[in-house]
């Protein structure tokens, strides 16, 4: 992967968490990398493209309701030597809630 420049504006927590999803589906093998209160990073076997929205769940705790958000994919890069992608993803819509629950998570 060709060196690049972190242009984020916040602090991502690495979180290395497989995704849930059907089987078959574009987000089965997925496991999620970092997160921040504006976007996640995930490693993934299916590309995904520039400008996708994708409806996500976020789990940030145990037994709390999960942070329901509208991303889109900001950037795709693939992984040297594998089979896999690395995708950064910005939250785009946020349900109501949910940017509460996030902020408070990364206070």
């Known amino acids: 992967m060709p060196a690049t420049f ?17 089987s078959d ?3 089965d093998l ?3 990398v970092d997160i921040s209160c504006h976007g996640i990073g995930f ?12 409806a996500i769940e976020i789990q940030l705790k145990p037994n709390t309701d999960p942070v329901l958000v509208i991303g889109i994919v900001k950037w795709v890069r693939k992984v040297s030597d594998s089979e896999q992608y690395r995708i950064g993803m910005n939250y785009d819509e946020i349900s109501s ?3 509460r629950r996030l902020d408070r998570y990364f206070e």
């Not at 972190?6 to 059907?22: A, G, L, M, T, W």
């Open 30 to 32: 997925t496991q999620t």
């Open 6 to 22: 972190n242009n984020r504006i916040e602090v991502r927590n690495h979180c290395f968490v497989p995704v849930e999803s059907k």
């Open 25 to 27: 589906s574009s987000f």
């Open 97 to 99: 809630g949910s940017q």
């Open 43 to 54: 490693i993934s076997s299916c590309p995904h493209n520039i400008n996708e929205k994708i």
